[in-house]
């Protein structure tokens, strides 16, 4: 989906860079959770171009269709090959190099069977979009009723706090289950928490003192321009869970301010625009909030009647959308079972790129064999498509 586009200067060097419609993306840096995710550009009406935290893949199309590389890559094994081979000094940024994706094995059936496989996914996806189409007009909505909801005279978060914000703990993740899971930081989205990252950490006496309360308020301190700042109320997930220590905890004063009212008012575009300002980094891919800034934003404060009232109407809204996102959720469950069972069946065509004993590029049923190796080799052209 095209959420981040940027206008940058149109330079020689940028138009090294550009994209064309089905080019494979694959992301080189970014949480462990989410480095190594991949997806085909779609054309946006401009010329565009893809970041440096990015790398390009092109498909022989006579051997390997590019909408198929798509489906494997995404594929939970790819997933987590790709997820253990990341590195870095920090959970909040791994890398990838262009090696992770050559050295890939990937299973490679006839372009026929591949194409049907690619079928049966676009089936589920048509569907999906339906639904989708309903959850959007009614986020729309959600955002409408939100921005004329909140008013009132102004204060200032920290005013409004019992406690100053805490940063929460982010341990390893752990392949067993110990009985404990951490948020990742894609739980907290535009229409509040969403529990769609939980990760498996070890149960430790450090841990537990990060444990989550239902109706606790987070909010995410660092992340890309876009998402930074982001607020949701966290909602029992069914075993006990702490936040990550890109998160902040604010512990809100009832008889102040409602915590199901104050994550609204962080969702205006009022406040978004003032957090997306005020968030500093080196990078436009992670930029960071204080708690000394989170305390400062002003925010309208009505009486706790109105405040209630306000919660209200959006719940009923909220409602209606969960709905919708139940409906989508079931649906890409059944979607991806069929596209693993489709893949799986086809386990036994699996080789590797190294014991093909080939030349690159031309091998035959490993990633670079038909993905064009990625793009220089490791250091990715300098480009700017973002998300």
Not at 49 to 71: A, F, G, N
Not at 250 to 274: F, G, Q, W
């Amino acid at each position: 989906m095209p959420r981040q586009l940027k206008r940058i200067p149109d330079s020689p060097e940028a138009r090294q860079a550009l994209l064309r419609h089905g080019d494979l993306l694959v992301s080189r840096a970014n949480t462990r959770e989410l480095v190594g995710l991949a997806g085909r550009y779609q054309d946006v009406g401009n010329t565009c171009i893809y970041p440096d935290l990015m790398m390009r893949l092109r498909s022989d199309e006579s051997k390997c269709l590019s909408s198929y590389l798509e489906l494997v890559l995404r594929s939970d094994a790819v997933r987590r090959e790709l997820r253990a081979s990341a590195r870095g000094t920090s959970e909040s940024m791994v890398k990838i190099g262009a090696a992770a994706v050559e050295d890939l094995e990937v299973p490679l059936p006839s372009p026929e069977e591949q194409s049907r496989i690619v079928a049966a996914h676009n089936a589920m996806e048509r569907r999906i979009a339906t639904l989708d189409e309903v959850r959007t007009k009614l986020v729309i909505l959600r955002r409408a009723a939100v921005d004329g909801l909140v008013a009132g005279p102004t204060a200032r978060v920290g005013t409004l706090l019992m406690r100053r914000p805490r940063n929460g703990f982010s341990p390893l993740e752990v392949p067993e289950w110990s009985g404990l899971l951490a948020l990742g930081l894609g739980c907290l989205t535009a229409e509040g928490f969403r529990p769609r990252q939980l990760k498996r950490i070890p149960d430790t006496d450090m841990a537990r003192r990060f444990l989550l309360a239902d109706g606790d308020l987070l909010m995410s301190r660092a992340n890309t321009r876009e998402l930074v700042g982001l607020a949701g109320l966290y909602k029992d997930v069914g075993h006990p869970c702490i936040y990550p220590d890109l998160m902040m905890r604010l512990s809100v004063d009832p008889e102040l301010c409602l915590p199901d009212y104050l994550e609204l008012t962080l969702s205006t575009p009022k406040l978004r625009r003032a957090i997306q300002a005020g968030a500093r980094g080196t990078s436009e891919s992670m930029v960071k909030i204080s708690a000394e800034f989170a305390e400062s934003l002003e925010v309208p404060v009505p009486s706790i009647e109105a405040q209630r009232r306000a919660v209200l109407a959006v719940a009923a809204l909220d409602s209606r959308i969960a709905k919708q996102e139940a409906a989508i959720e079931k649906l890409r469950v059944v979607q991806q079972g069929v596209v693993e069972d489709l893949l799986m069946g086809r386990a036994h065509s699996k080789v590797s790129a190294r014991s093909a004993g080939q030349r690159r590029p031309a091998l035959a049923t490993s990633v670079p064999a038909h993905a064009r190796k990625a793009e220089s080799a490791g250091r990715p052209t300098l480009t700017s498509r973002s998300g």
